[in-house]
């Protein structure tokens, strides 16, 4: 790969933001910017403003939606450090999405240092009270300006920055989650296990009518016979029960979440009994009326860990440990917490820390 071409005008500095960032509303001054062209492949890596673009009206994307992202979280530590949390996992999962839509596969290593450098340039965008982080939008997307359906062969990538606020700014509160059978989100075989703005797209009816209905996400069953539970809202789902946690087995259809993965691999850690396997609905309403079930929560980059407080299918209504977040899902939280803001030591090396390589002002 070529060396990374530096615009950088000014020192980059968080100015005026409110003191409640909420999510994705703010962007920092500079991006990552590449380009894929069929005879040099990716190409052009440049860290530059942030500036509006502008594109040919039928670039492919916007009719066809070839287009993939991740959501990555970079946090301050209380020694001053920048670092990102599972940055070379999240760059295979990009990869893993790039293959199923035919969009040409990242050098790993390489995104993992642009990304850095541009975390350190914009160091000082990231938010320090606790829950606050630098969210790191990498994404991919088709630039042929060409209507004929096949791959595109010219894509962008870029890496926008976006310091975003507590997910929980006035404490940890259960939401309340809506069990959708009228649509479906994805199905195996599909686009589930893709992070895809397909995915997106097919979801956003659902959360729609689950919000009129005064629920804040919505449970997605599978596509196939709205049977067994996939995922909730935008996280993957657990499920704690008197002898067992368990969490739907990827399918194909479910995205396979990198705090999922954290999740259980501390939870095995703990000596707790936590499975992958298929769960239906049923066993989750039997469960809840003979007391066996104990606790659900999500898991997600934006919310790290977000209790279940009460989940309505059909005729019954589930208030899950009284509306009150888990005694487990509390002490996952600040595990994974602990990690994020260096209170904890990084025994799985989850951590990319970002360092100044001396970039030099033009
Ligand atoms: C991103 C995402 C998740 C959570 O994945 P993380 O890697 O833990 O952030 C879960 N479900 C869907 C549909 C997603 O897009």
Redesign the pocket.
Known sequence: MEKINYIIKEPSRAINLPSELGFGRYFTNHIFEMDYLPEKGWCNPTIKPFTDMAFHPATMVLHYGQAIFE?IKAFKTINGDAVIFRAETHIERLNNSARRICIPEVDVNFVVDAMRELVSIEKDWIPTNKGEALYIRPFIFGMDPFLGVNPSKTYKFLIILSPVGAYYPRGFVPVKILVQDDYVRAVRKGLGEC?TPA?YAASLLAAEVAKKKGFDQVLWLDGVEQKYIE?VG???IFITFKDEIVTPKLNGSI?P????RSVIQILEEWGENINQRMISIDEIVDSYKTGRLVGIFG???AAIISSVGMLSYKENDMLINNGKPGELDLRLFEELTSIHYGIKPDTHNWLTYTEKKGIELV
């Open positions: 959501g992070k995915n995922e935008t996280m993957n995205l979440g990198v705090t999922r898991t997600g980059t």
